[in-house]
Nanobody
Framework: QVQLRESGGGSVQPGGSLRLSCTASRNIFNLNVMGWYRQAPGKTREFIARITSGGDTNYADSVKGRFTISRGNAEKTVYLSMNSLKPEDTAVYYC??????????????WGQGTQVTVSS
């Protein structure tokens, strides 16, 4: 059963924008932190952004000022608005969530990933 479902990936030219969405399935409750990782070909999975139920946010330096993370009113949806996209942003983007305060590769829930390609 898919527990986190992502959508919104695709192909865009450099400088363009995309918005990713992720929704947790009905049987998941009390999520404190939700966020995003990405993995480019030949590279390790990289933290991008996280947001807690209290609204605290953290970003990787590589995306600060360009990406914005937000949560839906139902607290089971998280969004990633990506602006000024660069070719180096090309990767599979994974949604992650957990009940603890931190988002790590060991967090409880993961999506299957959505491809983002930035190319001219």
């Amino acid at each position: 059963q898919v527990q986190l479902r992502e959508s919104g990936g695709g192909s865009v030219q450099p400088g363009g924008s995309l918005r990713l969405s992720c929704t947790a399935s009905r049987n998941i409750f009390n999520l404190n932190v939700m966020g995003w990782y990405r993995q480019a070909p030949g590279k390790t999975r990289e933290f991008i952004a996280r947001i807690t139920s209290g609204g605290d946010t953290n970003y990787a330096d590589s995306v600060k000022g360009r990406f914005t993370i937000s949560r839906g009113n139902a607290e089971k949806t998280v969004y990633l608005s990506m602006n000024s996209l660069k070719p180096e942003d090309t990767a599979v983007y994974y949604c992650a969530a957990g009940r603890g305060p931190l988002l790590t590769p060991s967090s409880e829930y993961w999506g299957q990933g959505t491809q983002v390609t930035v190319s001219s």
